[in-house]
């Protein structure tokens, strides 16, 4: 990769990410993991049955299908309208790379549900929370309403925004969506329940993998950010944030979730985690952060702010990185050239 192919695919993913957060998602248009999932779902319903263990061999092989038959089709069809002409290329790459994005729209989801709260329109709010959780929100007030919006926020900066950068830079367009595979693959069958503890073992774990270090980077940014974004006592949670995070996040189910979400609650000085109720189904969580305020809807749109922070900060964090690789690899070719 030359020092000029690098910059390239730095503009791309940044000329991406603008795409996303003029458009989002608009509903009109096919959207790839859309896709992913109706393939997934066909799949299950004819995989998932027999013993254990034909369960658990067929779940590799659904993990596999999907995530390898996405990244091939994805860069089959690049390959392909690039040849037809490079600026159909480009714009296919494009599109596909803001599909795999998510900032526009969790910020407007965090927003569905502080604006109504702010009013005092509770059923609103609640409403807002049920389309972006799973656990039950009809009895919600606000503190918990708030709890949930804020975790949704943490955990999704990974989910929807951190990681398909980190994949983007390494791979572009088919390798982000491979990741996006993988993350379905983990929405839709990563339970561990008698239906998918078997079948969905392979995408849970490899979704754990994928996700392990731009999780810890992402926490980071958020840490980085939350030094640079003020609100009120933002310095003094700022000051214990990092070592309260490193401690806390392993509490988490997640071996991944508990960083964003550790480090936005000792950001903002608030408790996340606690009880929630599922379908009727109490399930208790590890507490993550200290409840230093109440928390209200004020903290969503702070955590919206954290969330912007931190992924800025991790593309210019990525395309450093890269950027410095880059150079490393391509001295040392250089050097090897030179003393051939």
């Known amino acids: 990769m030359t020092g000029g192919v690098m910059y390239g695919e730095i503009v791309i993913v940044a000329l991406a990410i603008v795409i996303d957060l003029v458009v989002g998602d608009p509903r009109s248009l096919p959207h790839p993991v859309v896709i992913i999932g109706r393939a997934i779902s066909v799949l299950e319903q004819r995989w998932n049955q027999g013993s254990d263990k034909r369960r658990r061999l067929?779940?590799?092989?659904?993990?596999?299908t999907i995530v390898l038959g996405t990244f091939s089709l994805a860069w089959l069809s690049l390959e392909l309208l690039t040849w037809v002409h490079p600026w159909l290329g480009l714009a296919a790459e494009l599109w596909l790379l803001a599909t795999t994005l998510a900032i526009k729209g969790l910020a407007e989801a965090g927003r569905a549900i502080a604006v109504p709260l702010a009013?005092?329109?509770l059923v609103s709010a609640r409403k807002a929370l049920s389309m972006v959780v799973g656990r039950d929100t009809e009895q919600l007030d606000e503190a918990e309403?708030?709890?949930?919006a804020v975790e949704t926020i943490a955990e999704n900066t990974v989910d929807g925004i951190t990681s398909p950068l980190f994949?983007?830079?390494?791979?572009?367009a088919p390798l982000a969506l491979a990741y996006k595979a993988i993350n379905t693959l983990d929405s839709m069958v990563g339970y561990q329940n008698e239906r998918y503890?078997?079948?969905?073992?392979?995408?849970?774990?490899?979704?754990?993998?994928?996700?392990?270090?731009p999780a810890r980077l992402t926490a980071l940014c958020l840490w980085v950010a939350g030094g640079l974004i003020s609100w009120q006592s933002s310095a003094h949670y700022w000051r214990r944030a990092m070592l309260a995070t490193c401690r806390e996040a392993p509490r988490h189910p997640?071996?991944?979730?508990?960083?964003?979400e550790a480090m936005v609650a000792n950001l903002l000085g608030v408790q996340l985690g606690g009880t929630n109720v599922y379908q009727g189904a109490v399930s208790h969580r590890a507490t993550l952060g200290s409840p230093l305020e109440?928390?209200?809807?004020?903290?969503?749109?702070?955590a919206i702010k954290l969330m912007h922070g931190a992924w800025l900060l991790f593309f210019l964090l990525m395309a450093v990185l890269m950027s410095v690789l880059t150079g490393?690899?391509?001295?040392?070719?250089?050097?090897g050239i030179s003393w051939l």
């Open 328 to 335: 490393v690899l391509m001295g040392s070719a250089g050097a």
């Open 145 to 148: 309403i708030t709890r949930g």
């Open 254 to 260: 997640s071996p991944n979730a508990g960083w964003p």
């Open 294 to 302: 109440t928390l209200t809807c004020s903290h969503i749109n702070a």
């Open 58 to 64: 067929l779940g590799f092989l659904l993990t596999a």
């Open 119 to 121: 009013n005092g329109d």
């Open 197 to 213: 503890s078997d079948f969905g073992y392979a995408s849970a774990k490899l979704d754990d993998i994928a996700n392990w270090l």
């Open 167 to 172: 994949f983007a830079f390494i791979g572009g």
